[in-house]
């Protein structure tokens, strides 16, 4: 059933674009702060704290990637409203309940001391909660008011990061590192959860209750048939973003596995780097994916070539800048950010820049595809760049120590944009009309 429409009046693309950059770059950067609060409030532990908690995100990201089903992204571009809010929002909850049962069971089933599991357990429920979260999130991008979700964001992020840092200043030598680092997960727990009852759902309400589509506050819609169809239409996506997350997952798992806790501890922290470069490109793929869906959906593929095009050549200067930022700069960096002993590893450190900037133009071709919602067509490319992540890391990071956990992420970030350019070739030509003629938006027309 199609839901008439009478939304909120959208945002510009440029703002929308210049609250996602804010909002995105204030929460990847606090995410960033949360590992350099770790290494510098820790001391002589930092490493193998930080090594835990790459671990509990390495565990809990797929699981929860899986479960979420990129339902933000599927609401985002459901620019026909086939589907209720609450629809998404119910089987959201299923997924993440799941979701939370798995990640508990991963790390029981990993054993080791029961602080350690713990902190595990914690942190993977912190990840759930933010799956709650983007749901919210995805109503905002749906009515093109990223200033809705650029404000929440940063008070998620800044007061996430607050607690952390005072969390572990004012347990610091009074607990065990481990035990310190599970106040300050249970801290952020209940921030968290606080936040998304408290100040998002609300806000979602609010939205709702200006759209035709809602009269009531935020809440589930428990009808079956239509949560059938969308687990269906979206099992694809989700699919899709476990295998990219899973696949990032791959050289952390495997560094703590052949290279121990410690070792994760800095390969971690060296990855986030390469990562800020992400919080620019996919702010723009937010905010630009409902106007891809928008052009493909009305066959105008002069407009969404164009707008890929963009997205793609601002990727590679951005990548290429930050790989000369590494050579240069690499360990001074390092040694800014993090701590003095990061910066022997500055030639990983380059690897990885490298590596990120191929990552950069996959990220925008993966908004392309999925702006399409041709959900299923990526599955073969990420679970080829899966395997070869793992293959990869196999061979090269018990050979090479670091520096070939760096390579084996090269190797994944170069088939991931092969893979992803074939699919998007291909969904090109399945949407040309008869007769290779593209359909021109109504503006173009005028």
């Known amino acids: 059933m199609t839901v008439a429409v009478d939304a909120p009046t959208p945002l510009r693309l440029r703002t929308n674009l210049l609250w996602t950059l804010l909002s995105n770059g204030t929460y990847n950067l606090a995410q960033l702060g949360m590992v350099v609060v770790l290494a510098k409030l820790t001391r002589d532990a930092g490493k193998e704290l930080i090594g835990v908690y790459e671990l509990a995100l390495a565990l809990a990201t797929p699981v929860v990637a899986l479960s979420s089903l990129q339902l933000r992204t599927a609401i985002a571009t459901d620019r026909r409203r086939e589907f209720h809010f609450g629809h998404y929002l119910a089987l959201r909850i299923i997924g993440t309940g799941a979701a939370a049962l798995v990640i508990c069971g991963l790390s029981l089933a990993r054993g080791g001391p029961p602080l350690t599991v713990l902190v595990l357990v914690v942190l993977g429920l912190l990840r759930c909660v933010d799956a709650l979260s983007d749901i ?11 200033d809705l979700s650029a404000k929440r964001q940063l008070g998620r992020a800044l007061g996430a990061l607050a607690i952390l840092a005072l969390a572990l200043a004012a347990l610091r030598g009074r607990l065990s590192p481990l035990a310190t680092l599970l106040c300050a997960a249970l801290a ?14 609300h806000a979602a309400g ?39 997350t899973f696949t990032s997952s791959i050289p952390r798992l495997l560094t703590e596995h052949y290279l121990g806790v410690a070792a994760l501890g800095v ?15 996919g ?20 407009a969404f070539d164009r707008l890929v095009l963009q997205m793609t050549v601002f990727a590679a200067l951005l990548g290429g800048a930050g790989l000369l930022v590494a050579v240069l700069f690499g360990r001074v960096l390092l040694t800014w950010v993090y701590r003095p002993e990061y910066a022997e590893f500055a030639p990983v450190l380059v690897v990885l820049m490298a590596a990120g900037a191929i990552s950069l133009v996959a ?5 392309s595809v999925t702006a399409t919602r041709r959900f299923h067509a990526q599955i073969w490319g990420l679970a080829v760049t899966a395997l070869a992540a793992l293959a990869a890391g196999i061979v090269l990071i018990p050979r090479f120590g670091l520096p070939g956990a760096a390579y084996a992420v090269s190797v994944a970030a170069t088939v991931q944009v092969l893979t992803l ?15 290779g003629a593209t359909i021109k938006s109504g503006a173009e027309k005028r």
């Open 283 to 302: 702010s723009f793929g937010l905010a630009a994916g409902p106007r891809l869906a928008d052009s493909f959906l009305a066959r105008d593929l002069q």
């Open 206 to 244: 609010k939205l709702l209750r200006r759209d035709l589509e809602a009269a009531a506050p935020v809440r589930p819609l428990w009808e079956r048939s239509a949560l059938k169809r969308l687990a269906w239409l979206t099992l694809p996506l989700g699919i899709s973003v476990m295998l990219v």
């Open 421 to 435: 350019w074939v699919t998007l070739v291909a969904l090109r030509r399945a949407c040309r009309p008869e007769g």
């Open 136 to 146: 919210v999130h995805g109503l905002f991008q749906q009515h093109e008011r990223m």
């Open 188 to 201: 952020l727990l209940v921030f968290s959860v606080s936040v998304l009852l408290g100040w998002e759902y």
């Open 267 to 281: 390969l971690g922290p060296l990855l986030y780097l390469p990562a800020v470069g992400q919080l620019l490109v």
């Open 363 to 367: 990220s925008v071709l993966g908004f």
